[in-house]
């Protein structure tokens, strides 16, 4: 038999109270499977900007996935353009794609005529509710960077999301891209919420 013991860091509650502790997790993870790339959401810069100073003098590199351009306004994108020029400046790499797993599909499931849930949501949904919304972060963007071509698919990463803001979910990713979503596995949860 085979097998290796990890230390699993579990949060009292989500939220971004953790950010710091989920970039620490990120790095010390990362530096002891000899990863070079973390992937980390951030919709107004905060996190962020965090993660840029826990990776600092590390030789990881940071990708930031922010959300898209109208996400919460039509034409507008909520990351501030003074803080992505500023990561950007130090070597972060800033991308916006649409949501691997809303995207389109929420069109449809919003529609007054069409309206209902799709299985692109559901798979959404289920990452959500039965580990934890971060996780369902993590997962999108990694996705969404490997279709952005930020990332290998033939290597494992560190993904980190939270909810609704901040950092509280770490994880071990081999990606994948969004058409080929069912070779992504999840290898290892190195931080999450015990409560949701």
Not at 140 to 152: F, S, Y
Request: glycine share 8%.
């Amino acid at each position: 038999m085979s097998y290796s013991a990890k230390t699993t860091y579990y949060f009292n509650n989500p939220g971004p109270e953790n950010t710091r502790d989920s970039a620490a997790f990120a790095v010390e993870r990362a530096k002891e499977l000899g990863l070079d790339k973390i992937v980390v959401a951030s919709s107004g810069g905060m996190t962020a900007e965090i993660f840029y100073e826990a990776i600092k003098n590390t030789g990881i590199q940071l990708i930031v996935v922010t959300h898209v351009v109208g996400f919460s306004k039509p034409g507008v994108w909520e990351f501030p353009a003074d803080k992505a020029a500023d990561l950007e400046s130090k070597g972060v790499r800033i991308i916006k794609g649409t949501h691997a797993l809303s995207g389109l599909e929420r069109a449809i499931s919003r529609s007054q005529k069409l309206g209902g849930s799709s299985r692109t949501e559901a798979i959404a949904e289920a990452l959500r509710r039965t580990v934890a919304v971060g996780l369902k972060v993590a997962v999108e963007c990694t996705l969404i960077a490997a279709d952005q071509g930020e990332i290998p698919v033939d290597s494992e990463i560190i993904a980190v999301g939270g909810t609704a803001t901040g950092a509280d979910t770490v994880c071990v990713i081999k990606p994948a891209h969004t058409a080929d979503y069912f070779s992504l596995q999840v290898r290892e949860i190195v931080a999450m919420p015990r409560n949701r």
